[in-house]
């Protein structure tokens, strides 16, 4: 939006020696500026259809072409996914097959900075009211604050969604 405030910019190069304790984050606000004016990562992309016994399955993988802004910052980076070249119609001998046992978890509450990223993607409230936002919900009793900073739903809040839901489900 217009009125969000410009990104940090780092306006000269320095070593560890000269920055000392803050050298990692000015490590990693540098990264990110020049990960911003980098270029896209590129990547060709494989994906294989295969059939065994009457039920399908697929395999993809990835060759990257270009790092883009992944050379740059490390939290991004991109590896090779090899899949080994096949032709349309090829049979392959099956060298093993298992069948495993597993359940499935449900995934983690949000954390704080979770919601705070959806809001933003999202487009509901403003940098100066999303902290107050979030405030607003524990206050209210719809969730609270639990180890790790995730919000974890009381019934109150499970039972306002749910209202929600009645009235629209969307």
């Not at 050298?23 to 059939?51: I, N, P």
């Not at 900075?113 to 009793?141: F, P, Q, V, W, Y």
């Not at 739903?153 to 499970?158: A, D, Q, R, V």
Request: net charge negative.
């Amino acid at each position: 939006p217009a009125l969000d405030p410009p990104p940090i910019t780092p306006v000269r190069a320095g070593t560890e020696g000269q920055v000392g304790e803050g050298w990692r984050l000015y490590d990693m606000v540098t990264r990110h500026f020049l990960a911003t004016v980098s270029g896209d990562c590129k990547f060709m992309r494989t994906r294989v259809r295969f059939e065994v016994n009457g039920e399908e399955f697929s395999v993809s993988g990835r060759k990257v072409i270009d790092p883009g802004f992944t050379r740059v910052q490390h939290s991004g980076e991109m590896e090779d996914v090899h899949v080994p070249d096949f032709t349309r119609g090829e049979s392959v001998p099956l060298k093993k097959l298992s069948i495993g046992n597993h359940k499935t978890r449900p995934p983690p509450y949000l954390s704080e900075s979770d919601l705070l990223g959806l809001m933003e993607k999202h487009g509901i409230g403003t940098d100066a009211s999303m902290a107050t936002h979030i405030n607003n919900i524990c206050e209210r009793n719809y969730v609270t604050l639990c180890e790790g900073r995730r919000l974890v739903p009381t019934k109150l809040g499970i039972g306002l969604v749910h209202g929600f839901q009645l009235v629209d489900n969307e």
